[in-house]
T-cell receptor, first 110, second 116 residues
Framework: QQPVQSPQAVILREGEDAVINCSSS?????VHWYRQKHGEAPVFLMI?????EQKGHEKISASFNEKKQQSSLYLTASQLSYSGTYFC???????????FGQGTELSVKP | GAVVSQHPSRVICKSGTSVKIECRSL??????MFWYRQFPKKSLMLMAT?????????EQGVEKDKFLINHASLTLSTLTVTSAHPEDSSFYIC????????????FGSGTQLSVL
């Protein structure tokens, strides 16, 4: 079953922060986050495997609440290059079969 | 980092013809690959799981006779869209599962298929 992302779209000014949420109705083994620019393949951001795990990548970090079956992606001090569509992908067991959320379109304006 | 190569990046074909898309893992062996389809401004929809040396596993609603998947080696999976029609026009993306030491998926660059 497809995870649900929120919000569907967000517009930011450069330097502002944003949070993107991903919720599943099923117990999860892992959550993956990707960013996709128009016409390009998704680019891997990070994977979260354990409950409560938080990972960071420059000014982009994420958390995974296994109990709530939710993950959140945090973008701080956003840059123009952060613009794109963000997808969470969830696995309910190990094996790489990802089901993606519907995406969150992020636009960062100067 | 691990690289997945997908070819062609763009193909235009006439209705009724078949199109083959290749997905190669360049610097690792991938016993499992996945094929996704994406419509404009939509999410990536999993079509099938490609397993080296065995039959692909198709998701519900995906016609296996329409979308033939072959995973004949540890580094190559192919998707053939048979008797393509305009409604098959889409962005097709493969991914390969990298297992060592931790599991990670790497995506190909995608193939934009346009059927006239």
């Amino acid at each position: 079953q497809q995870p649900v992302q929120s919000p569907q779209a967000v517009i930011l000014r450069e330097g502002e922060d944003a949070v993107i949420n991903c919720s599943s109705s099923k117990a999860l083994y892992s959550v993956h986050w990707y960013r996709q620019k128009h016409g390009e393949a998704p680019v891997f951001l990070m994977i979260l495997l354990k409950g409560g795990e938080q990972k960071g990548h420059e000014k982009i970090s994420a958390s995974f609440n296994e109990k709530k079956q939710q993950s959140s992606l945090y973008l701080t001090a956003s840059q123009l290059s952060y613009s794109g569509t963000y997808f969470c992908g969830t696995e309910d067991n190990q094996g790489g079969k990802l089901i993606f959320g519907q995406g969150t379109e992020l636009s960062v304006k100067p | 980092g691990a690289v997945v190569s997908q070819h062609p990046s763009r193909v235009i074909c006439k209705s009724g013809t078949s199109v083959k898309i290749e997905c190669r893992s360049l610097d690792f062996q991938a016993t499992t690959m996945f094929w996704y389809r994406q419509f404009p401004k939509k999410s990536l929809m999993l079509m099938a799981t490609s397993n080296e040396g065995s039959k692909a596993t198709y998701e519900q609603g995906v016609e296996k006779d329409k979308f033939l998947i072959n995973h004949a080696s540890l580094t190559l999976s192919t998707l053939t869209v048979t008797s393509a029609h305009p409604e098959d026009s889409s962005f097709y993306i493969c991914s390969a599962l990298y297992r060592d030491p931790n599991e990670k998926l790497f995506f190909g660059s995608g193939t934009q298929l346009s059927v006239l």
